[in-house]
Each structure stands twice: as structure tokens, then as C-alpha cells.
């Protein structure tokens, strides 16, 4: 026992007293020596925060000294060992990261990824390109011009080619060109603007980083490219995909988004933080606490972004683009992404690029052509006993979407009650159990998901064969989201919509796009969408799509007008028979007094913009 009156420190107490003498073992319980930088997770409970090693949490005086015997940012490493492969990196990465030597493993980054893919099925899609100078689309992956840390990431994530989207996306991002995308659902678009901002991260390498801040022990971090996401697992479904192709580069990705711990996402920040995948709500508050500056940016991402600002996400977007110190277009690339890109949207989105190239891929804004569309008229009371009809015809994963949570939790009890193997995802679900649902859907173990438009968006969920619109929804852009989770990647898939009197709002819409894709139409839903007040009643004159780079519209004019420019890329045609664009024209026309579409012709007339 210590002397009498002495005072001990908390952690010491209880503690046996040390060995003494010249051949004394080590303390057992002393702790092992281990780098701030890189401590394992902490193995004390979630609710207790416990800062790394050497002070870098909310407590623990981190010091500057700190700072200096931490290893060196992505910019300037220097090869301290042998890489994946045997060899140094190329460029002006010099070698390995610290980081590389603790990624994961291949197989663990990789693991079920792209299985399945049809590379070929993409061939046929068309792509067109306006703005000015817009430059060539590569071919291959190899022929890109890539870092050769990325081509070797690629190689392990199963991508034998790039699709459309990629092909324009990386020529134009690699150029510096600030990009708005719309490309049909599933076409590749997350790995069209991570490989090539990755690329331009690691050839251009970081920039110095400003002196620790020394607040309460807080420090700041400084990423380098930012992506904005509208719903939680969008936001983790890129993060993964950003693990892939950040694997053994050096550069470290981080995802923040609210409904988290966010004591498990700031130690994250505090091990490294290049790239930042975020919602807007939690990036904001991490940027009021002082945990993340905006001063460095140099690539931002918004992806979804006709949903972000569609979703009310508007304010916090501008505030995070114009008053959080980010630098000012122009002086950053800015790249927006979606499926749907209405005109009002991208007069919106303009005030945050400059100079800006628009790439539209596929039938955009509508449904690619691997998806077949059945509309089948059911009245209320007999949905439940359809949907089990449907389930029993069409085998693998099925996602059922509804109009509200109540409609979600009561289908997913009348599923388990029929001996139905279901689960539900919405918003009043917590985070971990919105994540358990979803894991437990791509495994398999409940093949039936009913979810609301939460899942709707973005998200990435392979193998899915059927999507069932039990609940139809009144805006032709959310059919078209909800039924792209089905026919991704190049395979097939089917979609089922249940419609009755009361989704008139959308059959004059719902008409044309199945015309538009040419698919299959029933009979009464001729005679019903011609009794119908609703729709767009022609959508491609209000830009419900967003297929065509509106500023043709604004500054077109026949006989050349004042756009004036080349014609529009294009391998392919867009028309149909109806629906028009200006006077009945099917992207079969001149743009500003120029020729028509290479390869085009679609549509019954020619006229010019």
C-alpha cells in the first residue's frame, strides 16, 4: 500500500505494482506502443469517447509536437517500403503511403463487387455533348491516361471498359472542365467522377496544409474534394466506392452524414480526411464545430442533384458553397450528377459552374432499355393480393415502393403474415436499422424490400430483377428513379406499376414515357390518359428530363442564332414519335442553324432551334 496521505491518479489505481530488478519481465498490463496515426479502433463501449494515442479527440492537449511526428500528407510521400505490387509509384506521389500499408486487403475492399456487370450492353446507348470545345471521349481504360495506382484499382473492381458516361465524364473532369451529367440510372456514373478527380488528386498532390489549430484539444480538417449526397445511403454507397479506388493510393475517404455517431465519424476525420462524402445537414454541423474547413477545396461533387435541391437541401447547399470560406467557381471544379436534370434545376445549378459542359447519356431522364414495363390496373382494396400474385411469378430480389411509412410497415406485416420473407426501409427508421434491412436485401436473406422514396435515389443495389410500384407516384421523375433500381449494369430487369383512377396525375406522363421506350401499352390506359387533366401533357417543351442542355432553348435561334456553335456529339438517336422539343421536332433537327445529329434522325420532323 502506498504511504498514507499520498495521492494516486485515477488511472493508476488498482494497478499491481512493477517489477523491479535488472531481470524484471514487463508489466503485463502495460499498453502496447502503438502510432497516433494509425491506433486500432478503440475496444471500449460506443457510448464512452476514447481518443487515439497521443491526444488527437475532443480531450488530451494535442500538441504540436504531435504534428510533426505524424507522417506525411498524400502530397509528399516518400517510399518507405515495398508497395502492393514490389514497386514505387510513378508520378509525383514519389512511393507508398502509411496509409497503403494499413489499407485493407484487396479482397475485403473488393469482395462481391460488379459481379454481373454486361460491359457490352452499353455499346448501343447514345451520348451527346454540348458547350463549348468539349473534348474527345476516350476508348479504354488504358488508353485514358489515368494514374497507374487508379488502372490497377480498376483491374480489381472488375471494370473491363468504360460505359458512355465514363468514357465523356473522365476526357472532360481530366481536362478541368466543370461538368453537368444526366445519364440513365445504373450507367456508371460514381466511378465517372471518382476516377478522375482521384486521377487529378494524385498527379496535382496535396496543397500545404495550414497550422494545426490548437482549440481544446480540436483540430481541423482540410480535404481536398468534396461530394454532397441527399440521402444517407447514397452518401455510404459512394464512400465504399471511393474505398475501392482509393486503395493504396494514400488518399483517405471519409463519410459523414446524420443519424451516426458522431464521435466515430470526427475519429475518422482525425486519421485522415482527403476526400469528404457527406450529407448536407451533418457537414454543416461539423463545420460550425470547427472540425472541417472548406479553404482547400478543389473538386466539389453534388450528386443527385435535381434531388438535393428538388428535396429543400437549397439553403444549406448554398451556404456550404458560398459562405463557408470554399473558393469561388472558377477557382474550383465543380461536377453535378442525376438521373433528371428539369430545365428550372439546371437554371438553378448554373450558379454554381462556370463554363460548364453538358453530357446527356441514353434516353435521359427516361428508362434505359433493359427495363420492361408492365402497367397493370388494379382498384385499392385488391393490391395486397396482387402483390402476391406478382411475387410468386417473377424470382430474386424485389423492391416494392409505397407512398408513406405507415403503408410500408403495414405491407411488410401483411408479407411475413403470408409466409413472405420481408423487410422495410423509411425514414422513421433509425440509421442501423435502415443499414440492416438493406444488408439483409443484397444477401438475400429477405428478398422482399419495401421501401418509400428513401431508397428511391441513387442507391446502388445489385441483382434486383423486379421492381413493383404498389403505390405510384404523382411525378414522372420519381417513376423513373424508382423503377432505375431494377435493369442496372447493363442486365434486364422488370417493372410492375399498379395503377387505378386515383394516379390520373401521372398517366398522360406515365403514356408518353412507355411510348418514349417503346414498351408495351394497354388499352385503358389510352383511354384513361386521354380523360386525363394531369401531366405534363408533353414534358419535353417544359424540360421535365432535362435531356437537352436548356441553354440551346435560351440562346438558340434558327439560322444559327446566338449560341452559334458546333453541333452536339452524338452516336446515335433520341426521337420517338412523339412528343417535341420547339415545333414537333425529335432531336431530329438543326440546333442553331447547324446540320442534324450524326447517326441521329430520330422523330418524325426536322425543324430548327
Known amino acids: 500500500q502506498p504511504p498514507k496521505g499520498k495521492y494516486i491518479p485515477p488511472h493508476l489505481r488498482n494497478r499491481p505494482p512493477p517489477s523491479v530488478g535488472p531481470g524484471a519481465e514487463p508489466s503485463s498490463t502495460a499498453p502496447p506502443t502503438t502510432p497516433a496515426t494509425f491506433r486500432a479502433e478503440s475496444t471500449q463501449p460506443s457510448s464512452s469517447f476514447h481518443p487515439p494515442s497521443g491526444g488527437t479527440g475532443f480531450r488530451g492537449g494535442f500538441s504540436r509536437t504531435h504534428v510533426e511526428q505524424r507522417a506525411p ?87 473491363t471498359k468504360p460505359t ?70 447514397l452518401a455510404s454507397q459512394i464512400y465504399d466506392e471511393s474505398r475501392k479506388f482509393c486503395h493504396f493510393s494514400g488518399i483517405q475517404p471519409v463519410v459523414v452524414y446524420g443519424g451516426a455517431d458522431i464521435r466515430d465519424q470526427l475519429r475518422q476525420i482525425d486519421r485522415g480526411c482527403d476526400l469528404i462524402v457527406a450529407c448536407p445537414g451533418r457537414l454543416v454541423d461539423l463545420i460550425e464545430r470547427g472540425r472541417i474547413s472548406l479553404e482547400l477545396i478543389r473538386f466539389l461533387i453534388l450528386d ?43 437554371r438553378l445549378a448554373s450558379d454554381f459552374l462556370e463554363d460548364y459542359i453538358f453530357l446527356a447519356i441514353g434516353r435521359v431522364g427516361s428508362t434505359t432499355d433493359f427495363i420492361r414495363q408492365r402497367v397493370e390496373f388494379v382498384e385499392e382494396p385488391y393490391k395486397r393480393e396482387f402483390v402476391l400474385g406478382l411475387l410468386n411469378q417473377v424470382s430474386g430480389l424485389t423492391l416494392v415502393f409505397v407512398e408513406t411509412k405507415r403503408g410500408a410497415d403495414a405491407l411488410e406485416m401483411f408479407l411475413i403474415q403470408q409466409g413472405y420473407p420481408a423487410t422495410s426501409i423509411h425514414g422513421d427508421r433509425t440509421q ?150 420547339g415545333s414537333g421536332s425529335n432531336y431530329g433537327g438543326s440546333y442553331g442553324g447547324g446540320p442534324p445529329f450524326v447517326n441521329g434522325g430520330g422523330g418524325n420532323f426536322h425543324s430548327s432551334w
Open 73 to 159: 500528407r498524400w502530397g509528399d510521400l516518400e517510399s518507405s517500403g515495398p508497395s502492393l505490387e514490389g514497386t514505387r509509384m510513378g508520378g509525383r506521389w514519389g512511393g507508398d503511403s502509411p496509409f497503403s500499408k494499413k489499407s485493407e486487403p484487396a479482397p475485403t475492399v473488393f469482395n462481391g463487387m460488379n459481379t454481373g456487370i454486361n460491359f457490352d450492353r452499353y455499346d448501343n446507348i447514345p451520348a451527346e455533348v454540348s458547350g463549348r470545345d468539349p473534348p474527345p471521349e476516350i476508348e479504354t481504360f488504358e488508353k485514358s491516361g489515368l494514374h497507374p495506382r487508379l488502372l490497377k484499382n480498376i483491374v480489381l473492381a472488375n471494370y
Open 164 to 233: 458512355p458516361v465514363q468514357k465523356n465524364a473522365i476526357s472532360i473532369i481530366c481536362n478541368g472542365r466543370d461538368l453537368m451529367v444526366s445519364a440513365q440510372t445504373g450507367s456508371g456514373k460514381t466511378a465517372a467522377f471518382l476516377l478522375p478527380t482521384l486521377h487529378k488528386m494524385l498527379e496535382m498532390g496535396a496543397r500545404p496544409q495550414p497550422p494545426v489549430v490548437e482549440f481544446g484539444g480540436r483540430r481541423v480538417a482540410y480535404p481536398t474534394t468534396l461530394i454532397l449526397a441527399p440521402t444517407r445511403e
Open 304 to 346: 443527385e442533384a435535381d434531388r438535393m435541391l428538388d428535396m429543400g437541401f437549397e439553403p444549406q447547399i448554398r451556404q456550404i458553397v458560398q459562405d463557408c470560406g470554399m473558393p469561388r467557381k472558377g477557382s474550383r471544379q465543380t461536377l453535378m450528377f442525376s438521373a433528371t436534370f428539369p430545365k428550372e434545376i439546371q
Open 432 to 581: 442501423q436499422e435502415r443499414e440492416a434491412a438493406l444488408r439483409s436485401f443484397k444477401m438475400g436473406r429477405t428478398p422482399i424490400l419495401v421501401a418509400t422514396d428513401v431508397a428511391a435515389r441513387g442507391l446502388d443495389i445489385p441483382n434486383v430483377t423486379h421492381v413493383i410500384n404498389y403505390d405510384v407516384p404523382n411525378d414522372i421523375d420519381d417513376y423513373v428513379h424508382r423503377i432505375g433500381r431494377t435493369g442496372r449494369a447493363g442486365n434486364n430487369g422488370l417493372a410492375t406499376a399498379l395503377v387505378n383512377e386515383k394516379n390520373k396525375n401521372i398517366l398522360r406522363d406515365l403514356l408518353e414515357l412507355l411510348q418514349e421506350a417503346g414498351q408495351e401499352i394497354p388499352p385503358f390506359l389510352h383511354s384513361m390518359a386521354s380523360f386525363s387533366a394531369g401531366g405534363t401533357s408533353g414534358r419535353g417543351r417544359k424540360g421535365r428530363f432535362g435531356g437537352r442542355d436548356y441553354r440551346r432553348d435560351d440562346r438558340g435561334g434558327g439560322g444559327g442564332g446566338s449560341w452559334g456553335g458546333p453541333p452536339p456529339r452524338s452516336s446515335g438517336g433520341y426521337g420517338g414519335n412523339s412528343g417535341g422539343y
